[in-house]
């Protein structure tokens, strides 16, 4: 009964742990891609008003915003690029175990696909960045074991 609470306070800071982790690299990817979002949106508006008339001006931005920013590829690549940054500077910064560092991985790849589908990005994008996702947090687990010796 004296290990008991040692064995709890570890499973709360590893979970306290894995919570921060997830949760850090879902807000930072959250933030990038709504700042890449609107610098994208600022681009586009700036390119429609310089080609269409005016009266044109409103519909062609909303078309462009549609499948160029909600339901096109361009920034879900770039929030997999900074997403998979994210947890690999996160994981590697804890030195979370093999194991673990999946479970967070598929943590967030749910996750962000849920707010994928929730957009209505095509299936075809999600697949890959789960895939993804889930292959930097076991390649970071594996780095976190055995990492480089420089020597």
């Keep these: 009964m004296g290990g008991l609470p ?22 930072w990817g959250w933030l990038c891609a709504a700042v890449a979002a609107g610098m994208l949106a600022l681009l586009q508006y700036q390119e429609i008003v310089r080609y269409f008339p005016a009266d044109q001006v409103a519909a062609q931005f909303q078309a462009h915003l549609d499948r160029e920013i909600w339901h096109g590829s361009l920034l ?27 479970l967070c991985a598929v943590i967030v790849a749910l996750a962000q696909a849920g707010a994928g589908w929730l957009l209505g990005v095509p299936h075809l994008f999600l697949v890959p960045m789960i895939v993804s996702l889930i292959v930097i947090g076991w390649l970071t687990g594996i780095f976190n074991e055995q990492p480089i010796n420089n020597s």
Excluded: E
Aim: net charge positive; with cysteine; hydrophobic share 55%.
């Design 6 to 27: 040692k064995k709890i306070r570890a499973v709360y800071m590893n979970v306290s742990t894995l919570a921060r982790i997830v949760l850090i690299t879902l807000l």
């Design 76 to 102: 879900l690549f770039v929030q997999i690029g900074l997403l998979g940054g994210s947890l690999w500077w996160q994981l590697s910064r804890h030195r979370v175990p093999v194991g673990d560092c999946v």
